[in-house]
């Protein structure tokens, strides 16, 4: 690496301890923790802080959703033993809320809060021109590191005949405000699973569209076949398996799509086209090529330490995954800003990726952390299966939401977790938990023996803790026992 800098002409003197490209999550983060530690640290944007996560990805999409889960509860009253009830809506005001969500929260990501903080926050394009040097509103500014924080965009697929229909994707589906009437999804991963499942329950006729066989492709089979059901039950028209190979619009201004099967090919009709087949990272336009940091697959190529090619250069977040989710970037970003700011060859931090969750925000939710079964037999990781099913826990069935599971693997016969999913109401808060207990060395037989407030969600891990220990008691023990409590209760004793 050290060769990659013969050539440039180190500068005398530097203006920063660290420059920062990109205010989403992984570049606020990075910033944060440099101003934190008094370091001189300037982020740079050329659009909106907060990044993806902010303004088109997590925040505004869970605001619709929660908007459509209030109306799916009340399509759903005499389960909560209500007679009649009846809901008004127009997705006009539901995206105004989306907006007053985004509006609420924006202050946290905002340039006056890291100013405040001691971040040099400067609103512009940012282009490497050197390993320590940047340029930004035709000012170049020297810095002993560069963290490129970039993030990713929407992948848009070559279909022919797409650009002729129009289409919605992640960043752009939020300026819809009146009924999308037949809307077509593609793509059958967390993003098109969530808004199908979310436009559907605010009226909307969708269809959504995934080539491979299964729906959330990289959960366990159960996980996939369960949602698939419930998205059905609800008037979403899951096609899986299938493959668009042309859009057009006919003599009458229908919007068709071409699908093709194994068994043949029909046309689509819609009115609205929502594209969710993934996102692609940000590496092109600010420089890196010309500093020789490399791209693979689409992503900035670094090592375990977040290091490009380029020594003083590193990278975090959505462009270089391997996750792209807010917390991952996060993740990334302590590691970023210490391995900078606290270079020390015998000292870096590796990521470690081995404890972080995920989560898919349908209803029911689906979590994880670690292998689930397939990776554990793609892995040839032994294993044991321990199951929980959502439909006997108390508190579910106070709240009517009584379906899912959670499933815990261990090394056959130990307590150790492995990995554990979790499908059911409030998933993504109860992996929280078993995140924490593999962080931390702790096994099912501690989770066993916490005391667990009554009645509660979480009460399942603890439960799925239960099972594991009756399928791992101790048959030549409770033999004994048997026979020993069988003794003394046929003992006469004093009366």
């Not at 995206?95 to 926050?121: C, F, K, N, Q, T």
């Not at 697959?297 to 380029?310: E, F, K, M, S």
Request: charged content about 25%; glycine content about 10%; aromatic content about 6%.
């Amino acid at each position: 690496r050290r060769k990659v800098l013969k050539g440039w002409k180190k500068p005398r003197r530097f203006h920063r301890n660290l420059v920062v490209i990109g205010a989403g999550s992984a570049g606020l983060v990075t910033a944060y923790i440099a101003a934190a530690v008094k370091a001189k640290v300037s982020l740079i944007e050329r659009d909106r802080m907060g990044g993806d996560c902010l303004n088109t990805g997590c925040v505004p999409s869970k605001s619709l959703i929660r908007s459509a889960k209030y109306l799916s509860h009340i399509r759903r009253h005499e389960e909560f033993g209500i007679r009649k009830a009846y809901a008004e809506h127009h997705l006009s005001d539901v995206m105004d809320r989306v907006e007053r969500v985004i509006a609420a929260i924006e202050p946290h990501d905002s340039p006056e809060r890291y100013r405040g903080l001691g971040v040099d926050v400067i609103q512009g394009e940012a282009k490497i021109v050197g390993p320590w040097s940047v340029e930004v509103n035709g000012k170049v500014l020297h810095t002993r590191h560069i963290v490129v924080a970039t993030g990713a965009r929407p992948a848009v697929p070559p279909i022919p005949g797409l650009e002729d229909v129009g289409y919605h994707t992640s960043d752009t589906i939020w300026s819809l405000r009146e009924d999308p009437g037949r809307l077509l999804v593609l793509g059958g991963g967390p993003i098109g699973c969530e808004l199908s499942q979310a436009f559907s329950r605010l009226g909307a006729e969708v269809t959504q569209v995934e080539m491979l066989p299964r729906i959330l492709n990289r959960e366990d089979p159960e996980i996939s076949e369960l949602l698939e059901q419930t998205l059905a039950g609800e008037g979403v028209r899951v096609l899986t398996g299938h493959r668009v190979t042309e859009f057009e619009v006919d003599d009458d201004g229908t919007k068709l799509a071409t699908v093709v099967t194994e068994d043949g090919s029909q046309q689509l009709p819609f009115d609205t086209l929502l594209v969710a087949v993934g996102r692609q990272a940000r590496v092109e336009g600010f420089g890196l090529e010309d500093v020789g940091v490399e791209v693979e697959n689409g992503r900035i190529a670094t090592d375990p330490y977040l290091r490009t090619r380029v020594p003083t250069i590193y990278a975090a977040g959505d462009c270089v995954g391997p996750y792209q989710f807010t917390h991952a970037a996060a993740h990334q970003a302590w590691h970023a800003a210490v391995n900078t700011l606290f270079s020390n060859p015998l000292k870096r931090f590796k990521v470690d990726y081995s404890t972080l969750p995920h989560a898919t925000y349908t209803d029911p939710e689906v979590a994880r952390v670690g292998l689930n079964e397939a990776e554990a037999q793609e892995q040839d990781v032994d294993y044991q299966v321990t199951r929980y099913d959502m439909g006997g826990q108390d508190r579910a069935l106070t709240e009517e939401e009584a379906k899912g599971f959670v499933k815990v693997l261990t090394p056959p016969g130990k307590d150790r977790i492995l990995g554990a999913t979790v499908m059911g109401p409030s998933a993504g808060e109860l992996i929280a938990q078993f995140s924490l207990a593999m962080k931390n060395g702790i096994g099912l037989n501690k989770i066993l023996s916490t005391i667990y407030p009554y009645p509660t969600l979480s009460e399942a891990n603890k439960a799925v803790a239960g099972e594991w220990k009756k399928a791992n008691a101790p048959a030549g023990a409770l033999k004994l026992l048997e026979r020993y409590h069988g003794w003394r209760a046929s003992d006469e004793g004093e009366p």
